[in-house]
């Protein structure tokens, strides 16, 4: 057994980002396919892993077999045992937390649910949709500016910050976006790339259950 096992499917960008983690840590991990687009994480048995019924979920063999949900979770929770990603001190911490806090409130939130509508249900064009995407909008201005004059988000190096906001950053066809009109997250991005180990969503997460 794997000493971690991430129930997960290509299309999630928040499964993405532990498995991007685990990825670059040089874990010893294994992905369990959740179809979701099927319904599967409505059924009781996945409900009985994950009262809210959302992927991903991370087991943690390791301590117990420790099951966690939200990405931001997993991340901190890794972050203890690959701590190349941890925050050092008192104000990296605080710098970590509130950049997490604001990818899953203001920059995932709103990129992800313009996504599900415009590329997955073909409703871009509703008022619900255009909202999502001009705040999605606003949150790519905020990280572009705060990528000015330095290389990561939260600290002189790559934490679970920039982790946590790279999930969803690989597909921008799929949110009508062109990173060449946001510069500093492009050459970020750039450098996630150029980390050891990385690998693109398509490399290491599912499709199916093969």
């Known amino acids: 057994m794997a000493d971690y096992t991430l129930h997960c499917f290509l299309e999630s960008g928040n499964a993405y980002k532990p498995a991007l983690m685990l990825q670059l840590a040089g874990a010893d991990w294994d992905a369990a396919f959740v179809d979701f687009m099927n319904g599967a994480n409505r059924s009781p048995e996945f409900r009985a892993l994950n009262e809210m019924g959302e992927v991903p979920v991370l087991i943690d063999h390791t301590q117990g077999d420790i099951v966690i949900s939200q990405s931001g979770v997993m991340l901190w929770h890794l972050a203890d045992r690959f701590d190349q990603f941890a ?10 937390l509130r950049w997490l806090l604001w990818d899953n409130h203001k920059f995932t939130g709103n990129l992800a649910t313009f996504r599900f509508m415009h590329k997955f249900m073909g409703k871009g064009e509703t008022p619900e ?3 999502a995407k001009a705040r999605m909008i606003q949150a790519f201005k905020l990280l572009n500016r705060r990528l000015e004059e330095r290389e990561w988000v939260a600290a002189d190096r790559v934490t679970i910050a920039d982790l946590s906001l790279a999930g969803y950053c690989f597909w921008p066809d799929h949110y009508e976006t ?3 009109d946001y510069p500093n997250i492009k050459a ?3 450098r996630i790339e150029a980390l050891p180990n990385f690998a693109r969503p398509e490399d290491i997460l599912p499709t199916s259950a093969a």
């Open 87 to 96: 925050a050092r001190n008192a104000e990296e911490h605080r710098e970590v």
């Open 129 to 131: 949709a255009q909202f």
């Open 178 to 180: 062109d990173w060449n």
């Open 188 to 190: 970020w991005l750039g």
